[in-house]
């Protein structure tokens, strides 16, 4: 069963351009989250899709936004890149919240992205 | 606003001794928590859950227990091995929600 994967692995862009970034959720995993994980700050929630429907989302600023396909494979995109940017973008996908155990998430390795 | 915190950054161990990590949390309407392995250049990896209504669960060496009251969780790995070492985290949610507050992470080191 392949596992959750993200592309690109690594990217490197500049102030003020924009970057999309896709993940494909495990097969049957019909819910996707993304995460912010920078230096001594843990994982930061930055949204969750379930059935194309983004259902939670966490504190991040407008440039930051998401979608999910009908194939719940979705994708994040920042615009106006800053320099604070510069992080590991974690995808993590699960079942959906009407499944028993539903809540445990499989992560991808993520996209590192240093913004110069 | 951090509703999740591993106040230890890293924890060194002695093969086959005991490890701890621990978790404090804030939001007491927090009912789901989970543990995850991460290794540099990989995403983290599920290790271990527990919901309000336990106080504690075992898989295998990892044990978690969960003190309400004090909104506090711990993980224990029972013989540490070296290929255990890597940056734990913890996080919490509620149960109908996929927004998980993660920790900040505890780098274990478990020496030969």
């Known amino acids: 069963k392949a596992g959750v994967t993200q592309t690109p692995r690594y990217l490197i862009k500049t102030r003020g351009q924009q970057v999309t970034l896709s993940c494909s959720p495990i097969?049957?995993?019909?819910?996707v989250s993304w995460y912010q994980q920078t230096p001594g700050q843990g994982l930061q929630f930055l949204f969750e899709?379930?059935?194309?429907?983004?259902?939670n989302k966490g504190n991040f600023p407008g440039r930051f936004s998401g979608r999910q396909f009908s194939n719940s494979r979705s994708e994040m995109n920042v615009s106006t890149l800053e320099l604070g940017d510069s992080a590991l973008y974690l995808c993590?996908?699960?079942?959906?919240?009407?499944?028993?155990?539903?809540?445990?998430?499989?992560f991808g390795a993520g996209s590192r992205l240093t913004v110069l | 606003d951090q509703q999740v915190k591993q106040n230890s950054p890293s924890l060194s161990v002695q093969e086959g001794r005991i490890s701890i990590l621990n978790c404090d949390y804030t939001?007491?309407?927090?009912?789901?928590f989970l543990w995850y392995k991460k290794y540099p250049a990989e995403g983290p990896t599920f290790l271990i859950s527990i919901s309000s209504i336990k106080d504690k669960n075992e898989d295998g060496r990892f044990t978690v227990f969960l003190n309400k009251s004090a909104k506090h969780l711990s993980l224990h790995i029972v013989p540490s091995q070296p290929g255990d070492s890597a940056v734990y985290f913890c996080?919490?949610?509620?149960?109908?929600?996929?927004?998980?507050?993660f920790g900040s992470g505890t780098k274990l080191n478990v020496k030969p």
């Open positions: 939001n007491s309407m927090f009912d789901y």
């Open positions: 097969s049957g995993h019909r819910s």
């Open positions: 993590a996908s699960s079942l959906g919240p009407s499944s028993r155990g539903a809540n445990v998430l499989t």
């Open positions: 996080a919490a949610s509620t149960y109908n929600f996929n927004k998980f507050y």
């Open positions: 899709y379930f059935s194309e429907t983004q259902r």
